[in-house]
């Protein structure tokens, strides 16, 4: 059984594995705001199986779980973050942090978390300014971006000469 595979492989880390999993399946495009919800989770499961944890490592994770909530509730009730939030939660509590900080363990975490946080906030400058490719979610779109989105349609027309008329909020309209 796969499960049994899994277990085998990761042990007592599976549930942290699989969160973060989901976070670098979430962030292919952005960091989102549920991300660092479910990283947070992943850590503080991380520090539960831990005999003994730092307390500076504790308070990163009480920290980030506050964080993590913030995001949910924001991400909930569709609410625009602030820079207060994104550089915290993109720098420390994305899903190479994340997974450095739990790989690296109680020892040498504090040394991964810079590490990654650099390579983190140096990657998101280069994608972002260079290639235009944003790799943090600020927030809801701008109402204009979505009124587009549910109203506008395309048409175009097919290899085979047929026009077609693609909504861009529902898809497919034959």
Not at 71 to 91: H, R
Not at 117 to 141: D, K, M, T
């Amino acid at each position: 059984m796969l499960i049994d595979f899994l277990v085998r492989m990761f042990g007592h880390n599976l549930p942290m594995v699989a969160l973060l999993v989901v976070g670098f399946t979430v962030e292919k495009h952005y960091v989102s705001r549920v991300t660092v919800f479910t990283n947070t989770i992943a850590l503080n499961v991380h520090f539960l199986s831990l005999s003994e944890a730092p307390h500076l490592l504790v308070w990163y994770g009480d920290l980030g779980h506050l964080l993590g909530l913030y995001g949910l509730t924001a991400y909930l009730l569709n609410v625009k973050t602030s820079i207060l939030y994104n550089l915290p939660a993109y720098s420390l509590y994305s899903s190479l942090p994340g997974a450095l900080v739990i790989l690296t363990g109680p020892d040498g975490w504090l040394v991964a978390l810079v590490l990654a946080s650099v390579v983190s906030l140096v990657a998101g400058y280069v994608f972002e300014e260079e290639f235009g490719i944003n790799v943090a979610h600020w927030g809801p779109r701008p109402g204009q971006v979505s009124r587009f989105i549910q109203t506008a349609t395309l048409e175009y027309v097919d290899a085979y000469d047929v026009h077609q008329k693609v909504d861009l909020d529902v898809g497919f309209k034959p």
